[in-house]
């Protein structure tokens, strides 16, 4: 079932969202897709925000919406981020994940090889749930070390769910 994420007005979401998005605080990106940004506000002690940039309009608004479709089925795993809100009136859209303390990016040759094998592990759940959870089989197609995050205590996330069929 489905958690219904909210969808806030963007003088809601600017009040919700840390004073500043900088590289201080700047978790990971990809050039020209998306940047990730670490940040808390009143409502939650730690929030990561994603920071669509600029796709084609009609491009952009079907992967927006699988994405947040998605997301907001599988949030309540411990393989998937939280998503708690989202705003699609800013020029780039702007998604805010809640859950936990810290995200790194995955940078997988900095880890020791028992490491990776759990990084795997957590991914290989995250994809059998997508597969096995629903009445819809889910098929994640785009997955990339950009579409993984760790927590604080090594968990892997998988993120990015716009190319979902």
């Known amino acids: 079932m489905a958690n219904p994420i909210p969808s806030n007005s963007s003088l809601v979401m600017r009040s919700a969202m840390p004073p500043t998005i900088s590289a201080t605080n700047l978790v990971s990106r990809k050039e020209f897709y998306y940047h990730w940004y670490s940040g808390k506000n009143e409502n939650h002690p730690m929030i990561l925000i994603k920071k669509d940039l600029g796709l084609s309009s009609l491009f952009k608004v079907d992967l927006l919406s699988r ?56 991914i290989a759940t995250a994809l059998a749930y997508l597969h096995t959870a629903f009445p819809r089989l889910f098929v994640y197609r785009i997955l990339s070390h950009w579409n993984i995050l760790l927590d604080e205590d090594g968990v892997a996330k998988l993120t990015d769910f716009s190319h979902c069929v």
């Open 67 to 122: 994405d947040i479709a998605v997301s907001s089925m599988v949030s309540g795993h411990k393989t998937f981020l939280k998503l708690v809100g989202c705003c699609l009136e800013f020029e780039d859209s702007v998604k805010v994940y809640h859950g936990v303390k810290k995200h790194y990016k995955l940078e997988i040759s900095e880890h020791p090889w028992k490491r990776r094998m759990k990084i795997v592990e957590d």
